[in-house]
């Protein structure tokens, strides 16, 4: 059957006696064959694929499918393609199962399955586009086993109807959007076995009713707006395994009665406001496996632990426990995962712990002042959490020596850790993080060791000297931040042997050179932050064909001449952050680079997500991270959307016209180009980037007037023009009527609100001239009033030649050379300082 779907799919119309079709878990895409639908005889039909819409069903053979196979008693479409709305009539008056998850319907949820008589499940789960509201049912259909409609958009209030599907085992209406109470007719389903309202917006107390249904072994009412006191109702739920009521408001003591039930094995209390103690009687429950707790004020940790000795995982982070590290915990002789994170709890080195299975132990931010020393009984570790403690000094020598071979996850971030980085014998760890210590010196070769090693973090420390030229064949990693270190010579050839890097951050150290050609070889790369280090070299366009490019920030080193166009077909195509600033860049603005930005020209309208992997390991996710100048600051965002565009490249040496092709990159949200040698009109175009959110073209020499079209940008929150040569009155409307003075300073023919000059007293026919500034390095590039205060330091008679050199002559060459070679720091200090407060 198969070879005959794949070789003549449409010949499958044929087979009119055919009375089970099944085609699930296939490989298939395409069509499906509208002559699937002649199969009249058909009692089941599963055309479930594994992979999310590479089968499409148009919605005239869906319809067919529902009206025509009156025979059809099972019919799963799972993960198929549909794209059409809920059918209103259906005649298969033999359905009995109906699984429609993840097949993109739409349009408005309707009572038409709810009448099929014969229909015991129903799964519409995974359908974000179905909307309205779950209709009044009538008690004509008692027959329904499960229904599910999880993770769609159907909302309003659940009405009193639900009860009367009084034969319903599961009932899953996780992450809709359901408010209000949920109806005491919900004691009516004493059938209920899987019962899941997590997610929603539900308010109120948890009906008292919920007593009632004593079948029940899965609860969750997670993640809604309950209040009060926790009700005492479930200690009637004997059979309950799994109960989840967090992310809620509920501010009672720990319901003590929840130890009756014998069967549970996962109780989640977290992020809610309850208070007290938790009774040790918690830890005696026979099949407790995981408890979480954490987020509340619980005040005090049972000594009598000891009384389950079945317990394997313990989640306890976020109260307010105090005091020493329990040595009742050692007691827990199967403890696997132990998190007490965000407590007050600090070790008693005499504790003499062992866990002789423990592998997961998070101890973040606590109160510990050394390492634990307890860790040298711990052999099977595989993760360790200590990081945002107060532990300073050198790593010991017994740490680093010891040998756990199966740890993966290290992190010691946010201490105070000083001296150089030991030898570790971790060989397979996948993830290091030390960011934010004092450590130093070299970078130690045993790094190179780390065959296994995914993400390395050293950011914000002291090392220094060069990096090994190991990290650039380690075939496994993938995140390699360095920033904010002093590490010094050439960058070594990364990716030499490694096509797994995807995120570059090597931001803020003394890196120099040339880039090497090796990141060709990165095919997955995604960010590359080389910026403020001292690299001498041109621009890369050769990085334009890594596909897969998001970010490029190449800011504050020394790259020279012009912006070349790569020689590819698809160049940056999703290149969305492109940071050039404050390098010596020349000539005029890249037109052509520009137009192959895709990223910025196609608008992504779809859901805000935060470039990195998802999940790097089982216990720590990672999402880049960059240092930008947003609205005039310098921002370090700890992530960046998937939305974020910006192009930077301000204080260079370009020249000539703004390029009217900027109209087409539609998505982008800001745009500097202040700090060049720019000239022209600003071009009206620019009004079409209808998403720009801050807009900096000061200190250049353009002419003519603001367009009136910019008042058109509805988003704009910071327009910063100074310091140029514009005329005429200034644009009002929308935005434009919120900017003040300092976004217009120093061009001295503009008029109107917010200036003080009226627009009446100008001689209309005065057109200014260009300054005759022939220095590609122009007084307004490269002074400010504050430069020229720095003069008066010499004595006043240093200061006035200083004032009559600017102001009556262009800048001379010694005059540039002498002062910027003294005091360039100072001078891009203060241009900063100066352009934070126009902004």
């Known amino acids: 059957m198969t070879s005959i779907f794949l070789q003549s799919p449409h010949n499958i119309g044929r087979l009119t006696n055919l009375r089970h079709l099944n085609l699930s878990r296939s490989y298939f895409s395409g069509k499906i064959p509208t002559e699937i639908s002649y199969l009249s005889s058909l009692v089941s039909l599963d055309l479930s694929s594994l992979l999310v819409y590479r089968l499409q069903l148009d919605q005239t053979t869906f319809e067919t499918i529902l009206h025509n196979l009156t025979n059809l008693e099972v019919l799963s479409l799972y993960a198929i393609n549909i794209s059409s709305p809920i059918p209103v009539n259906i005649s298969s008056s033999s359905l009995r199962y109906l699984n429609l998850e993840f097949t ?46 999880s993770n769609t958009g159907i909302s309003g209030e659940l009405t009193d109807s639900i009860g009367t599907f009084s034969s319903l085992n599961i009932l899953n209406l996780k992450g809709c959007r359901f408010s209000g109470s949920i109806p005491d007719s919900i004691g009516n389903l004493t059938q209920i076995r899987y019962l899941d309202f997590s997610y929603n917006h539900f308010t109120g107390h948890i009906p008292s009713t919920i007593s009632q249904l004593k079948h029940l072994t899965y609860l969750s009412l997670s993640s809604n707006s309950f209040s009060g006191e926790l009700p005492d109702i479930f200690s009637n739920l004997q059979e309950l395994h799994y109960l989840y009521l967090s992310n809620n408001s509920f501010i009672s003591s720990f319901p003590s009665k929840i130890v009756s039930l014998t069967h549970l094995e996962c109780l989640d209390l977290s992020y809610n406001s309850m208070n007290g103690t938790i009774p040790s009687s918690v830890f005696s429950l026979p099949l407790l496996g995981l408890l979480w707790l954490n987020n509340n004020r619980f005040s005090g940790l049972p000594d009598e632990l000891k009384t389950n000795p079945t317990l394997v995982r313990l989640f ?85 020596g010891i040998r756990w071979d199966n740890l993966y996850y290290l992190n010691l971030s946010h201490n105070s850790l000083t001296g150089h980085l030991p030898k570790f014998h971790f060989h397979n760890i996948g993830y290091l993080d030390l960011k934010f210590n004092f450590l130093q010196g070299p970078l130690p070769s045993s790094v190179c060791n ?99 490019l998001h970010v490029l920030i190449l800011k504050s080193n020394m790259f020279h001449g012009p912006i070349s166009t790569c020689q590819t077909t698809f160049c940056f195509p999703k290149l969305r952050i492109f940071d050039l600033s404050y390098n010596q860049f020349s000539g005029s603005l890249p037109a052509k680079v520009f137009g192959n930005f895709k990223a910025m020209i196609k ?34 965002l700890e992530r960046i959307s998937t939305i974020m565009t910006t192009i930077d490249l301000s204080s ?50 353009l002419t003519g007037k603001i367009p009136r079209e910019l008042t058109t940008m509805k988003f704009l929150a910071v327009l910063n023009l100074s310091q140029n040569l514009l005329i005429g009155s200034i644009p009002q409307g929308l935005q434009f009527n919120t900017f003040e003075n300092d976004s217009y300073g120093g061009n001295l023919d503009l008029c109107g609100p917010p200036l003080s000059k009226q627009c009446e007293t100008s001689d ?23 430069s020229v205060v720095i003069g008066y330091s010499f004595g006043l008679v240093v200061g006035t030649v200083v004032w009559s050199l600017v102001f009556k002559y262009r800048k001379p060459k010694w005059f540039v050379e002498f002062f910027e070679g003294i005091y360039p720091k100072k001078m891009r200090r203060s241009m900063k300082r100066a352009q934070r407060r126009r902004t």
């Open 603 to 636: 608008l992504d309208t779809g859901q805000i997500k935060y470039m990195g992997p998802s999940q790097l390991s089982l216990y720590q996710s990672y999402e880049d991270s960059v240092s930008l100048v947003i609205k005039g600051q310098d921002i370090e």
């Open 450 to 548: 780390m065959n296994y090693l995914q993400s390395l973090h050293l950011s914000h420390n002291n090392f220094s000297n060069s990096i090994p030229s190991c990290l650039g064949s380690m075939s496994s990693l993938k995140v390699l931040d360095l920033r904010r270190n002093n590490f010094t010579g050439s960058l070594p050839p990364l990716c030499a042997q490694n096509t797994s890097l995807r995120t570059i951050v090597l931001n803020g150290n003394q890196f120099e050179g040339t880039l090497p050609f090796s990141l060709l070889n990165c095919s997955n790369l995604e960010v590359v932050d080389i910026g403020n280090n001292a690299i001498n070299d041109t621009f890369p366009a050769w990085l334009g064909t890594l596909q897969q």
């Open 104 to 149: 993109n319907l739409r349009g408005t949820f309707t009572q038409s399955f709810f009448l099929v008589p014969k229909l015991e499940n129903l799964k519409l789960g995974a359908n974000d586009l179905l909307k309205g509201v779950l209709p009044k049912i009538h008690p004509s259909n008692t027959t329904l086993l499960e229904l599910d409609i």
């Open 764 to 786: 209309p026919s005065h057109v200014p001239q260009p300054l005759e500034y022939e220095d590609e390095s122009y007084f307004f590039s490269g002074f400010t009033w504050e």
């Open 652 to 701: 260079n040496h370009f020249e000539g016209v703004i390029p009217k092709t900027l109209k087409d990159l539609s998505s982008l949200w800001l745009l500097n180009l202040s700090h060049n040698n720019l000239i022209g009109h600003i071009p009206m175009e620019l009004g079409q980037l209808n998403k720009l959110e801050a807009l900096d073209l000061s200190w250049n020499r």
């Open 316 to 400: 306890l982070s976020h109260n307010q426990l105090s005091g020493s590290f329990p040595q009742s915990l050692s007691n827990l002789t199967n403890l696997s995962i132990l998190d007490l994170s965000s407590n007050n709890i600090t070790v008693d080195e005499g504790n003499q712990i062992t866990f002789p299975n423990l592998k997961v132990l998070m101890l973040s931010s606590c109160e510990l002042k050394d390492f634990p020393h307890f860790l040298t009984n711990v052999k099977k570790l595989q993760a360790l959490d200590i990081s945002n403690n107060k532990i300073c000094g050198q790593i010991p020598n017994w740490f680093s």
